[in-house]
């Protein structure tokens, strides 16, 4: 069974960079089926996607987080990273990683990140 | 973006009781439309996809139906462990996935 596991510090300063990883277990991001990719959800409320990439390397953004996120893949480690630069209280969040299957049939557990100084 | 809204933000209802949730989005999605179920301090689990196609292990009482912009998820008979927040997703704009905004099922 496919498993997604997120590792990464849980506390971040203000106006530095967040960076979380996500180990694939059972299954292989270099697969050419699927893209993988990061969601976040804010204490109490809703699910924000915030990018994906592909084995290749071929990444797509949420455009309201565009010009802060940068999402890498490395197939030797079979990993795929999340870096959130100049970050604020605002991305306080539990990220996910998810294997995108058009939709999302995949999750981790999740990893909260605190943005306090 | 595909802005998706979901009605109502709350529903209180009692175990045994048949439940409707609707999504909307604000464009066509065609069938590109999925819902998920998220327990407290859990990752989101995929139910439906393809508006009406059940994922691996889910139980019939769940059904999806709908296409283009309106889009229904049904409870049959609401059990216990159903008492949950339930998200629809477009990913028909796969260059933009969104989500609506959840829907939580309570105990009345």
């Known amino acids: 069974q496919l498993q997604l596991q997120e590792s990464g510090p849980g506390l971040v300063k203000p106006s530095e960079t967040l960076s979380?990883?996500?180990?694939?277990?059972s299954g292989s991001v270099s697969s050419t089926s699927y893209y993988w990719g990061w969601v976040r959800q804010p204490p109490g409320k809703g699910l924000e996607w915030l990018g994906s990439i592909?084995?290749?390397?071929?990444?797509?953004?949420?455009?309201?987080?565009?010009?802060?996120?940068?999402?890498?893949?490395?197939?030797?480690?079979?990993q795929f990273s999340l870096k959130l630069t100049s970050v604020t209280a605002a991305d306080t969040a539990v990220y996910y990683c998810v294997r995108c299957a058009h939709p999302f049939d995949h999750w981790g557990q999740g990893a909260l990140v605190t943005v306090s100084s | 973006e595909i802005v998706m809204t979901q009605s109502p933000a709350t529903l209180s209802v009692s175990p045994g009781e048949r439940v409707t949730l609707s999504c909307r989005a604000s464009?066509?999605?065609?069938?590109?439309?999925?819902?998920?179920?998220?327990?407290p301090g859990q990752a989101p689990r995929l139910l439906i996809y393809g508006a009406s196609t059940r994922a691996t292990?889910?139980?019939?009482r769940f059904s999806g139906s709908g296409s283009g912009t309106e889009f229904t998820l049904t409870i049959s008979s609401l059990q216990s462990e159903d008492f949950a927040v339930y998200y629809c997703q477009q990913y028909n704009n796969w260059l933009f996935y969104t989500f609506g905004q959840g829907t939580k099922v309570e105990i009345k």
């Open chain 1, 20 to 25: 979380l990883t996500c180990t694939v277990s």
């Open chain 1, 54 to 78: 592909y084995y290749s390397g071929s990444t797509y953004y949420n455009p309201s987080l565009k010009s802060r996120v940068i999402i890498f893949v490395d197939t030797s480690k079979n």
């Open chain 2, 27 to 39: 464009q066509s999605v065609s069938s590109d439309l999925a819902w998920y179920q998220q327990k």
């Open chain 2, 57 to 60: 292990g889910i139980p019939a």
